[in-house]
């Protein structure tokens, strides 16, 4: 049993990873993955969830439990008897309850010992960052999509030697 992100990353049995990529290829590795139906599969997520609905799963042995806290949070990932566990990040799970983010992420990091763990956010924040330090791969996607006004190129402004072209340095001095 394997997850294919991309051309390449693949997610493995028996670790915790945590993931930071673009919904449209996340529901693309879940729902194009025919063979996760076999699996006891754990969906978990907060009180809104920005893909489960997009996740095309008949299997009777799809679950999906959303605790609301990280107390509740924690009792999730340590009851899970799951073979693919996979977390949809939700930081509002932690306001106030930074002191339990390591406690949590040690109890990921255990759970990845007996199943696929995967912690997927579409991008980081710093719950999410403290989680995933204990992950036994963190791996980013890039979409391929231009972020919205950028034009497609890089958001960052030229300076006028970028600008001046091949001209503007020929060697590099070093003194």
């Known amino acids: 049993m394997l997850i294919e992100l991309s051309k390449g990353i693949t997610l493995h049995p028996g670790t915790f990873t945590a993931v930071i990529a673009p919904e449209k290829k996340i529901l693309a590795a879940l729902n194009e993955n025919t063979d996760l139906q076999r699996f006891l599969f754990l969906y978990i997520c907060g009180n809104y969830s ?3 609905t997009g996740i095309s799963r008949t299997s009777a042995n799809f679950e999906v439990r959303r ?4 107390d509740q949070f924690l009792t ?3 009851e899970a008897a799951h073979t693919i566990v996979f977390i949809e990040h939700d930081p509002t799970q932690f306001d106030g309850a930074g002191r339990l983010l390591d406690t949590v992420a040690s109890a990921l990091r255990q759970a990845g010992r007996e199943a696929m763990v995967i912690l997927w956010a579409p991008a980081s924040d710093r719950s ?3 989680l995933a330090r204990q992950a036994d791969r963190v791996i980013e996607i890039v979409s391929e999509e231009p972020v919205p006004g950028t034009r497609g190129v890089s958001s960052r402004r030229m300076t006028r030697a970028s600008r001046a072209g091949a001209g503007a340095q020929k060697t590099l001095e070093v003194s």
């Open 50 to 52: 920005r893909i489960l």
């Open 67 to 70: 605790p609301f806290t990280a």
């Open 76 to 78: 999730v990932i340590t």
């Open 128 to 130: 999410f960052a403290v």
